[in-house]
C-alpha cells in the first residue's frame, strides 16, 4: 500500500500518484486499469485531457473498491465564468461514470482574464454539493492562494505545479506546506529534457541501487511532493512505484536540487502570466 500525506481538510493524498495525459481511449483505459491493478490509488485526469472517460472506465474495470482511490479532475481556463464551471464540473463527473469525484482543481490561474476566484467560489458549491469531496488548485502562486483566502476563506487542499530537479520549487513548496496544501509534481521526471541522463542523477542512482527514475522520484517524495508520473508500460509502472524504496541521504537530495536552473520551467508556462483555455 502506498503510503499517504493529509491536505488541511482531511484529505489523505497517496505520496505518489498516476498521471493519465495522453492515456485516451480503449488503450489508455487498460493502461489506467493495469495502473490500479498494480496499487496505484491516486489517479489524476482533467476536462481538457479528454479521457475522463477512460479513467472512469479504468477505476470500473480495475476491480479496486472505489472508496480506496482517488480520482482527479481539472476545470480548463475557458469555463471559470461560474455559471459554466458548474456545468464542466457536473460533465466531468458524468464523463467518469462515477457518482462523484475525489478532487477537482483549478488547471491554471489565468490571471490575465482574472476569473479564477469566481472559478474558485464554483468549486466550493461543487463541493457543498457532494460533486466533489476535496477541492484544489494546479499552477498558483502564493500570491494567487493569498487572494482565495482573503475573497473566499478557503484555502485549497492541493496545488498541483511544475516541479522537477530543474525546477525545483522551493519557495512554493515552502509556502504550500506552511499552509497546510499538499504540493504535487507536474512532469516530475522532466518530460522529454536530459534530466534522466544528467551525471549527478545517474551517480545517485548508482549509489542506492536504483534507476535514474526512481531516484528522481524518491527526490520528490524526500522533500514533501507527490510526483504524478504518466506510465502506459507495465515496466515503467512497476519501476516508478520501485521508488518508495529508495532512501536518499541528504546531500543526494541537495545535490539534485542543486540542479535547479533559472529558465529550468520546461515550456516556459509561467503562472504569473500564462492564460490556458
Known sequence: MIPTRTARDGLRLPVLGFGTY???????ADAIARAIEKGYTLIDSAFNYENEGAVGKAVR???RDRSELIV????????HDPAEARVTIEESVYRTGLDYLDLYLIHWPNPITDRYVEAWTALIEAQQRGLVRSIGVCNFLPEHLDRLQRETGVLPAVNQVELHPYFPQAEQLAYDAGHGILTES??????GNDLLNNPTVVRVAET??????QVVLAWHLARGAVPVPKAASDARQ??????????????????ITALGRPDGRLHGLDPATY???
Open 22 to 28: 495522453q492515456l485516451n481511449g480503449a488503450e489508455g
Open 61 to 63: 474495470a480495475s476491480g
Open 72 to 79: 482527479t479532475s481539472k476545470l480548463p481556463g475557458r469555463h
Open 186 to 191: 507536474w512532469s516530475p521526471l522532466g518530460r
Open 208 to 213: 542506492v541501487g536504483a534507476t535514474p527514475g
Open 238 to 255: 512497476i519501476e516508478n512505484l520501485g521508488a518508495l524504496d529508495v532512501t536518499l541521504t541528504p546531500g543526494d537530495v541537495e545535490a
Open 275 to 277: 492564460e490556458e483555455f
